[in-house]
């Protein structure tokens, strides 16, 4: 394939459902091959694989742990091999707590599970995604690394403090890596998505619905993967020229400042 021709290649992770899997299909819809994470080879991820598939796109299954850090090298080089060098690397696989409650009780394993899939994971793949990128010479398509955070990057949940120290975490890799990799012409970007819809929020979702009907965010509604995926598509595009280094809220205004 020539330079002129070549395609871009995204590595979304964690998207054998939920939001990575609608970031894979917007990327997708935009002529993206894909490689689609998750930890196992198991039947979610094949159902996700297919799924991309289906919508004419070369497409990979890219089974591995993003918390095993030695296995990261490997992993890239297969997706590379099946699809070509990749362009683009979409971090959202994460991880929630192991229990809710007060901070006063939380566990090492609750506190040591969410940094190293949610900020250590991130941070080491995103590594060895932007030294792939800076040993070769580029094909001359938009290179970007998107981190999928939260908004508890920034607003406190309570009951979930482990998990809001991860994502601040991420959110400022995030910003260091768009210092380091602007000089390189890679975009980073930090999507912070608020109430979102997935298998994560199930269990609480229904008050979530009935918190956003009253007002916590300014569209009275929870947000969809789909829109979440329709963003980082145009992120992933270089849609937003000039940038770098943003925090996008995806939250339907809830953390703008009211009184």
């Known amino acids: 394939m020539s330079a002129a021709s070549a395609r871009a290649v995204a590595l979304v992770t964690g998207s054998s459902r939920g939001i990575g899997l609608a970031v894979a299909e917007a990327l997708a819809k935009e002529g993206f091959a894909i490689a689609v994470n998750g930890p196992a080879d198991d039947a979610e991820l094949a159902a996700a694989v297919a799924r991309i598939a289906a919508l004419g796109v070369p497409v990979a299954a890219a089974p591995f742990d993003v918390g095993a850090i030695g296995a990261h090298e490997a992993a890239l080089d297969a997706v590379e091999e099946k699809l070509g060098p990749l362009t683009t690397l979409v971090n959202n696989a994460g991880v929630g707590v192991l229990k ?39 094909a001359p398509l938009f290179h970007s690394i998107v981190n999928v955070t939260s908004s508890n990057a920034v607003a406190v949940a309570e009951q979930r403090s482990e998990y809001c120290a991860s994502k ?14 602007g000089r390189e012409n890679i975009a980073v970007y930090d999507v912070q998505p608020g109430l979102i819809a997935t298998e994560m929020t199930a269990p609480v979702i229904e008050a979530y619905r009935d918190r956003a009907a009253q007002g916590l965010t300014l569209f009275p509604r ?38």
């Open 168 to 181: 601040a975490a991420a959110s400022m890799v995030s910003k260091a890596l768009a210092v380091r990799l």
């Open 100 to 138: 809710r409650g007060d901070m006063l009780e939380v566990s090492e394993e609750s506190w040591d599970r969410c940094i190293s899939i949610n900020a250590k994971a991130l941070f080491f793949l995103s590594q060895a995604f932007a030294r792939r990128l800076l040993a070769r010479a580029r």
């Open 222 to 259: 929870v947000g969809e993967p789909a829109e979440v995926g329709t963003l980082i598509a145009s992120l992933a595009n270089g849609r937003l020229p000039y940038t770098t280094g943003l925090s996008i809220p995806a939250d339907a205004g809830m953390l703008v400042p009211r009184f």
